[in-house]
């Protein structure tokens, strides 16, 4: 099964992924693709769809990725807002993957919100953790037979994150000036008091703990 993670950049509080930045999400998609033993793993940044320069036809499975933006002009890149994900998804000839916090919480601001079951031209929307998804789609070979909602345990985080880390090096910086970013914890202490106003932290994980197959640890 041949898999392309197709990186539209994320930019949360707790995790920033546009360029140089490599997010966490890509990161451990590509890696937990790799575990489940896919034939072929491809890291694609958004530009190199827009250009032209990528097929994603030529793959089995496309997940993208995108969510949560800043207001205003990136200097490394332009993000991909939903609307263009869902549109290069629908055009693709492959089992298709919606993942990051546009899957979680719609236009990735808090408040905002996809439809439970179905989004055109999205086979599976990823509103656990999108590794997870990534894995048990390759390994089971269906989407019929993945939870959309799974969390990943800490082991196969360890799994997913050192299996990720090539990705870089299909990164359009790479390898003059990549940063990827490292995840320590999930939540916020802050979630006594409710979070910042801006947070998307609070409203996905609550307080800070270690997410496992069976929820919260």
């Known amino acids: 099964m041949r898999v392309a993670i197709l990186d539209g950049y994320t ?40 250009s032209g320069d990528v097929d994603l036809n030529r793959f089995d499975v496309v997940v993208g990725i995108c969510g949560v933006h800043t207001p205003g002009k990136y200097l490394g890149a332009r993000p991909a807002d939903l609307s263009e994900m869902l549109r290069i998804l629908s055009e693709v000839d492959a ?18 919100e996809l439809p439970e079951t179905e989004v055109e031209g999205v086979d599976v929307i990823a509103r656990g953790d999108v590794e997870a998804v990534v894995y048990d789609l390759v390994s089971e070979g269906s989407p019929e037979a993945v939870d959309p909602d799974r969390r990943r345990s800490i082991e196969e985080l360890r799994e997913y994150s050192v299996k990720g880390a090539p990705a870089a090096r299909e990164h359009v910086d790479y390898p003059d000036a990549v940063i990827a970013e490292l995840e320590t914890y999930r939540g916020c202490p802050r979630f006594l008091s409710g979070g910042c106003s801006f947070c998307t932290e609070v409203p996905r994980y609550g307080e800070p703990g270690v997410q496992t197959a069976g929820g919260r640890r």
């Not at 707790?14 to 890291?43: C, D, F, I, N």
């Not at 089992?95 to 905002?112: E, F, I, M, N, W």
């Open 11 to 50: 930019d949360e509080p707790a995790g920033l992924g546009v360029p140089p930045y490599l997010g966490t999400h890509p990161r451990y998609a590509y890696g937990a693709a790799r575990a489940a033993g896919a034939t072929e793993v491809r890291y694609v940044p958004v530009e190199r769809v827009r």
């Open 95 to 112: 089992v298709t993957v919606l993942g990051g916090p546009a899957a979680q919480s719609g236009h990735g601001r808090v408040g905002g």
